[in-house]
């Protein structure tokens, strides 16, 4: 039976950890998991500037082809145990999408797996990175009217990662698309966005996309819930949306952390 972890981050993500792949790799064969895709965050589109205080959000550009090499030497010596694939979480930043479809056009056929993930929105030609803290999340909320308007901000961002053409290596799968609830237990509102997430499923289902069931956030302490919540991967079933795991680990010790609560039973 296949097991699969699907959104892994690695050695070489500048805000994650030094654990070697063969960590990662190892516990993986360990705990029976037969599928596991590396994804680290894709360099930023050429002219993006980070707004994150290191400006460490994605691999620099520079390290791309040892990441590729990396994965194809590992694939090929953990083979028999193990399939290994080869992928990025690429960012959908509204204004880029030309320098996005760009980046694809030179580097997708080199890849197996790929996830489109929203953490920037775009505000009178500023970005933010809404999963940076929870400081800079308020600081945001204020900026912009509300925290309602940040959450309103994300799934508008969000759906147009779905409808927008990115060429023909546009990834197929939507990371943690309830990212915006990462901070709720720091603001404490309480947003009804259960239309939106439902509209986004849909989106994602007319548009053939697979659901990155995420349980990062359950081990956030100001989220303590997994990317979508339950009710919404029960919903995004009902829909027919392929529904892939993914434990967004930074670290090997945060490798499939919850799986067995997210996702085994679904
Ligand atoms: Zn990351
Ligand atoms: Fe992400």
Known sequence: ?????????????????????????????????????????????????????????????DKLDAYFTTLSDLKKQYARDITIATGLEVDYIIGYERETTQFLQTYGAQLDDAILSVHFLRFQNAYTCIDFSADEFMRFAKQIGSVQAVYDLYYETLQSSIITPLGDYKPTRI?????????????????????????????????????????????????????????????????????????DAHTAQDLHQFYEDVFASI
Do not use: W
């Open 1 to 61: 039976m296949m097991k699969r972890d699907a959104h892994i981050h690695t050695p070489f993500c500048p805000h994650g950890s030094s654990d070697a792949f063969e960590q990662y790799i190892e516990k993986a064969i360990a705990h029976g998991f037969t599928h596991i895709s590396f994804t680290e965050h894709a360099p930023l589109p050429a002219g993006f500037i980070d707004p994150t205080p290191d400006q460490d959000s994605g691999m620099a550009h």
């Open 175 to 247: 990371g943690h698309p309830t990212l915006v609830h990462k901070f709720q237990r720091a603001h404490g509102e309480v947003i009804d966005d259960d239309a939106a997430i439902q509209q986004t499923l849909q989106l994602m289902q007319q548009h053939g996309y697979e659901l990155d069931v995420n349980s990062a956030g359950l081990a956030k302490r100001d989220c303590l819930e997994q990317y979508p919540p339950k009710p919404y991967v029960q919903y995004a079933k009902s829909l027919g949306i392929p529904l892939v795991f993914g434990s």
